[in-house]
């Protein structure tokens, strides 16, 4: 095992394929114990990034490959460094696995060097791959699960995933052959995708491993190596990412090769936002741009519900004046019940042209929330896949916003002030509505109970606002209609 120290992680190579086996993040702790650093490649939990040549004699991710000695530890002053290591030579030719690290950077060059001192001419092909178990990381909450498998993008398939069961099944479908993208394996927070050079032919696979207990899949692309003829050298190239899934670095990358990236358009989706991608990926942006400015992404969230709250100002206060409304007239409304008895028909009649006298749409208090529904979702998508929430502290015991509230006051307070809005709203006039209404705050603070703290935080204030907002509309419209809250009149 030949261990690699940079500045952001301390990798582990195998001399067995030359497979990159074990990397440990140094930015990150691990997820359950915060003593140790987090590991994402990782040979107890079977994964890896493995790569080999396809052709007669030619070295793959089983060859047993020599060391080529040399140093192993980034050095101050020092920009790049470099790991060799030499496959057995067969029929005269000879392979030189290079990997190539770089100072601040996650992505590594992995590269053949083939040199062919045989007879025959040699058209090869490379393959590169990512092997994995199919558990779910370490940590990782049912309440709150994210998507954990390969995914490959091309320019006609687009992002596509391909869940673990598909693979086991042999129903996996996907775009196959491209000249284009990349093929990744993603799990909550971090990434790791193997990424041609641009405009080279490739073809993308995944297929399960056989005779293992724990069930492994790999996820891989195979491309064309130039024909080398005797007496000839040719070297082929890919770049490897493995690390956080941080939408700047994602973005980068994405560039072309002229912009100073590397041409693997569309990696920055395997940032998670499900299907609010088009609204969570702006919010997160503007989240991202008020932390540059407050320095804490607890109050970077706060500040941001604040501002999308004033936003939907006009909606939100349609939605509560309507409530409003409905509560002055609660009182005539039971004496209508009272007086229709089981006439269902009568009542609901009546019911109507109460709301025609006093001018007040039943579902006035509905159709502006729901307009808002998108909104939050994505940003709870925007808050759930942001791995630069990940240990980052609020304040007080808030030390992680990624990790559930260790003593549970956060969700606490947001179900009094569940409770605080049920009490706001006009009653229910169907008795088991009312009751269901009564048990929603319990059921959902207890829910939240699991949910990382950022999550929690942006629910709290979101309600506390909504509160002062409603308490406010309701107070004026109530002062304004208290002769209508006499049943007689």
């Known amino acids: 095992m030949i261990e690699v120290k940079t500045d952001l992680f301390v990798a582990q190579v195998s001399a067995q394929g030359g497979d990159f086996v074990g990397l440990e993040l140094n930015n990150y702790k691990a997820t359950e114990d915060k003593s140790k650093v987090f590991r994402l490649f990782d ?140 093929i990744s394996m993603i799990q909550h927070y971090f990434v790791s995708a193997w990424i041609p050079q641009e405009k080279l032919a490739r073809e993308y696979y995944v297929r399960k491993l056989d005779n293992t207990v724990n069930p492994v899949v790999t996820a891989g692309v195979i491309v064309p190596v130039q024909e080398v003829a005797p007496g000839d050298k040719a070297v082929v190239r890919t770049s490897l990412y493995a690390g956080p899934q941080l939408q700047s670095i994602l973005e980068q990358l994405a560039k072309p090769v002229a912009e100073g990236g590397i041409g693997a ?100 208090g509905c159709l502006p929330i729901l307009v808002q529904i998108p909104v939050f979702i994505a940003l709870y998508w925007a808050l759930l896949g942001a791995v630069e929430m990940r240990d980052a502290p609020w304040m007080f015991w808030i030390k992680d916003l990624s990790s559930q509230d260790p003593y549970y006051i956060l969700p606490i307070i947001m179900m009094v002030t569940m409770l605080i809005q049920t009490k706001l709203n006009p009653t229910p006039p169907d ?51 208290k002769a209508a809250n006499d049943p007689k009149a």
């Open 265 to 364: 358009q569309g990696l920055p989706l395997v940032v998670d936002y499900g299907w609010l991608t088009i609204v969570a990926a702006p919010i997160f942006w503007l989240l991202e741009f008020i932390h540059k400015l407050v320095g804490n992404w607890g109050w970077a969230i706060i500040l941001l519900t604040v501002l999308i709250k004033a936003v939907f100002f006009p909606l939100s206060a349609a939605s509560y004046k309507s409530m409003a409304k409905m509560r002055t007239i609660t009182p005539r409304l039971q004496a209508l019940k009272e007086r229709c008895g089981d006439d269902r028909q009568k009542l609901n009649i009546e019911m109507m042209n109460l709301y025609k006298t006093e001018k007040i749409n039943p579902l006035g």
């Open 43 to 182: 040979e107890k939990h079977l994964y890896a990034a493995q790569s080999g040549l396809i052709g007669d004699s030619l070295p793959n991710h089983k060859t047993l490959f020599t060391v080529v000695p040399g140093k192993r530890e980034l050095g101050a002053g020092e920009d790049t460094l470099e790991l060799r290591l030499e496959a057995p030579a067969s029929g005269g030719v000879g392979v030189t696995k290079v990997y190539t690290f770089k100072r601040g950077s996650y992505l590594v060059d992995v590269a053949y060097e083939i040199t062919n001192g045989g007879q025959k001419l040699l058209a090869p092909h490379a393959y590169y791959q990512l092997q994995r178990d199919i558990q779910a990381p370490a940590g990782e909450s049912r309440m709150v699960s994210t998507y954990t498998g390969p995914a490959v993008y091309t320019e006609q398939g687009k992002f596509q995933k391909i869940k673990f069961d598909e693979i086991l099944d042999g129903k996996a479908k996907f775009e196959q052959k491209a000249d284009n993208g990349w």
């Open 431 to 481: 008795p088991i509505q009312a009751k269901v209404t009564m048990i929603m705050p319990f059921a959902f603070g207890f829910m939240f109970f699991w949910f990382p703290a950022g999550l929690v935080l942006y629910w709290v204030v979101n309600n506390t606002l909504s509160i002062a907002q409603q308490w406010q509309i309701t107070r004026m419209i109530e002062r304004g209609g």
